[in-house]
């Protein structure tokens, strides 16, 4: 059994638009990022990759490279997954807070479960994802940004 945790913080000010666990979410700005801001795949790539001991989200897509300039998260995600998967590992669960007073998130929930269900080749209810705010502390609570947490718990094809 291995453990991993990630953490990912972005600030709003982008023209892009925002995207969280791979979903469209209309009518807000989007996220300053190197690559589409996808704090939620950003901070799980993160999380995958600690529980294998394999560094973090920089080691293998440094924003010094311009092909990840813009890029799907998704396809992130991905990569970083058959390397894991790769290596026998697949998916007991992952637990992910979205940090966020602005959108509200819920109503997109099912749809970020489905697309990570999909890109981890894991059932459904292996991912809980929920959502909070920071009651209007910091920048958060300013509504500067969004923050996600993500806990991933991997076991060993034996």
Known sequence: MRIGYGFDLHAFGSLNPLIIGGVNIPNHEGLIAYSNGDVLIHSLIDALLGAVAMGDIGTFFPSSQKKYKNIDSR??????????????YYISNIDITIIAETPKMLSYIFLMKSNLAIDLNTKINNISIKSTTSKQIGCIGRKEGIACQSIVMLLKYT
């Open 75 to 88: 396809i992130l995600l991905k990569k970083i997954w058959k390397k894991i998967y790769l290596k026998n």
